[in-house]
C-alpha cells in the first residue's frame, strides 16, 4: 500500500475515532495488549533479526541497546497500553469557558486532531506507546519508526491492527509506513491527509521535520 492510501484510509478511520466513546477506545487498548503479549515470541524473533543486522553494520552499543527488546521491555509495552486505557478521556473535556455579555456561553473543549504523523528513532516500544496515545485522544496514526527497527515495527504493528480488529474497530486507525525518505516528504506535505506531524528523537531529526 502506497503512503497516499495509508493516508487515506487513516483519514477515513479518523472520522470514525472522533466519534468513539470512551468504552469502546478502552476496550480497543486492552484488545491490542493482549495481541501484543501474545505475539511476544515473534516480536521478539523479529527484534533480534533487527539487533543482529545493527550490530553487522558497525552500530554503537547505546544505540543497539535502545533497539534491543527483552521479555520485560515487552510486557512494559503491553503495561503501557493497559495503564492508557485506566487514563480519563481526554476528548469532550472542558479547558475552560466563561459567559459573555449577552448571556451567551463560551467553552474551549478538547477534541480529535485527526491523523497524526509520527517520526521516530531506534526504539521500537515507541511504536505501541505512539499508537495507543494516538488512539486514545480520538486520533488515527501514521507511524514512519526508524529502519533500523523495521522486522520489530512490522510484528509490533500487525499485533496492533489485529487487536484493533478483535474489539471492533477499525484497523486503519494505525499504520507502519515504509520506504525511504521520500515518504518522509510525503508525509510532512499531505496537507488534507495528515493534520499532524510529530517528530520524536535526537534534534537532528526535529530540526529536518521542522524544515522540511
Not at 533487527?50 to 558497525?58: K, T
Not at 480529535?112 to 488512539?135: F, H, K, Q, S
Not at 487487536?163 to 494505525?174: E, F, K, R, S
Request: hydrophobic share 45%; charged share 25%.
Amino acid at each position: 500500500m502506497s503512503f497516499m492510501d495509508q493516508a487515506r484510509a487513516a483519514r477515513l478511520a479518523s472520522h470514525e475515532l472522533a466519534t468513539d466513546d470512551r468504552a469502546t477506545k478502552d476496550r480497543a487498548l486492552h484488545a491490542m495488549a493482549d495481541a501484543l503479549a501474545a505475539r511476544e515470541p515473534d516480536l521478539l524473533r523479529a527484534n533480534q533479526l533487527d539487533v543482529d543486522r545493527a550490530r553487522e553494520s558497525g552500530t554503537d552499543e547505546a544505540i543497539v541497546d535502545r533497539l534491543r527488546l527483552t521479555a520485560d521491555r515487552v510486557a512494559g509495552m503491553v503495561q503501557g497500553l493497559r495503564d492508557l486505557a485506566a487514563l480519563p478521556d481526554p476528548v469532550g473535556d472542558v479547558v475552560r469557558g466563561w459567559k459573555l455579555p449577552n448571556g451567551v456561553s463560551v467553552r474551549q473543549v478538547r477534541v480529535p486532531l485527526g491523523v497524526l504523523g509520527i517520526i521516530y528513532e531506534a526504539r521500537p516500544n515507541v511504536t505501541a506507546d505512539a499508537a495507543g496515545i494516538a488512539l486514545k485522544a480520538g486520533n488515527a496514526c501514521l507511524l514512519r519508526g526508524s529502519s533500523s527497527a523495521i522486522e520489530s515495527n512490522r510484528v509490533t504493528v500487525a499485533a496492533l491492527r489485529e487487536g484493533l480488529q478483535a474489539a471492533g474497530v477499525t484497523p486503519d486507525a494505525v499504520h507502519l509506513v515504509e520506504g525511504g525518505g521520500e515518504v518522509t516528504g510525503e508525509m510532512m506535505t499531505a496537507r488534507g491527509y495528515v493534520d499532524l506531524v510529530i517528530p520524536r528523537g535526537g534534534a537532528g531529526l526535529i530540526n529536518a521535520v521542522v524544515e522540511g
